[in-house]
C-alpha cells in the first residue's frame, strides 16, 4: 500500500523551532519529487514547499521563505521539514505530498500535481 | 503572485450535476488539478492535468478547461460528494510556486 505518514507536530511557542518527518512506503521515494502543504484552522490548502527526486531543487513560498528548510533522506524513505522561528500564523496541519510522475516514451518528470499525502501532523503554536 | 479564484459554496440536489468552477490568469499555460477533501480527512486529487481522472475515482467526475477557467464537473451527484473542492495550479514562468484556490464547499441537498 502506498503510504506517507508525518509526524513531529505539537504545541510550541512562539519562536521556537520544530522539525516535521514524513516517512513513505509501498513505493520507490527515490522517483519522485515531494511537497509540504498545510492547511490552517477552518482555512484552505496552502502549499509550503518542493523538493526534487534529486535534491538539487527546493522551492519555497514566500510566507516561509528564510524560516522553513525541506530536506530528504532517500536512503530512508524520508522527507523531513524544519521549521524555524515559529509564528502563531504557522498554527497548521501540515501534509506530506506526493508530486505525480508524468511518464513519456520512457522518460519521466515531475509533475505539479500531487497524488498521495499522508493524514497530516498538527502544529500548534501559542504561548 | 497571481490568484486562484472558485466559488465558495456550491448547492445540488442528489442525482443533479455539479458543476465548479476555478478561474485564474494562468490557467491558459498550466494545467490545473482538482482535490476534494472531507472533514478531518487528507485531501484526494480527483482531476489531474485539467481533465485526467486518476485511477479509482468514479467515472461521475470530469474536468474541462476553456481559457482562464477550469470546471470540475460531477454528474449524478451522490450524497458522498458532500465535500470541500480545491483546484490547484502552479506558476513556473519566474520561479517555482504552487497555489491553491480558496476551495468550495459542495453541498448535497
Known amino acids: 500500500e502506498v503510504q506517507l505518514v508525518e509526524s513531529g507536530g505539537g504545541l510550541v511557542q512562539p519562536g521556537v523551532s520544530l522539525r516535521l518527518s514524513c516517512v513513505a512506503s509501498?513505493?520507490?521515494?527515490?522517483?519522485?519529487?515531494m511537497n509540504w502543504v498545510r492547511q490552517a484552522p477552518g482555512k484552505g490548502l496552502e502549499w509550503v514547499a518542493y523538493i526534487s527526486l534529486s535534491l538539487n531543487t527546493v522551492y519555497y513560498a514566500d510566507s516561509v521563505q528564510g524560516r522553513f528548510s525541506i530536506s530528504r533522506d532517500n536512503a530512508k524513505n524520508s522527507l523531513l521539514l524544519h521549521l524555524l522561528n515559529l509564528r502563531g500564523d504557522d498554527t497548521a496541519v501540515y501534509f506530506c505530498?506526493?508530486?505525480?510522475?508524468?511518464?513519456?516514451?520512457?522518460?519521466?518528470?515531475?509533475?505539479?500535481?500531487?497524488?498521495?499525502w499522508g493524514q497530516g501532523t498538527t502544529v500548534t503554536v501559542s504561548s | 503572485s497571481y490568484e486562484l479564484t472558485q466559488p465558495p459554496s456550491v448547492s445540488v440536489s442528489p442525482g443533479q450535476t455539479a458543476r465548479i468552477t476555478c478561474s485564474g490568469e494562468?490557467?491558459?499555460?498550466?494545467?490545473a488539478h482538482w482535490y476534494q477533501q472531507k472533514p478531518g480527512q487528507a485531501p484526494v486529487m480527483v482531476m489531474y492535468?485539467?481533465?485526467q481522472r486518476p485511477s479509482g475515482i468514479p467515472e461521475r467526475f470530469s474536468g474541462s478547461s476553456s481559457g482562464t477557467t477550469v470546471t470540475l464537473t460531477i454528474s449524478g451527484v451522490q450524497a458522498e460528494d458532500e465535500a470541500d473542492y480545491y483546484c490547484q495550479s502552479a506558476d513556473t514562468s519566474d520561479t517555482y510556486e504552487m497555489l491553491f484556490g480558496g476551495g468550495t464547499k459542495l453541498s448535497v441537498l
Open positions: 492535468k485539467d481533465d
Open positions: 494562468t490557467l491558459p499555460k498550466q494545467y
Open positions: 505530498a506526493r508530486a505525480v510522475r508524468d511518464c513519456s516514451g520512457g522518460t519521466c518528470l515531475p509533475g505539479t500535481g500531487m497524488d498521495v
Open positions: 509501498g513505493f520507490t521515494f527515490s522517483n519522485f519529487s
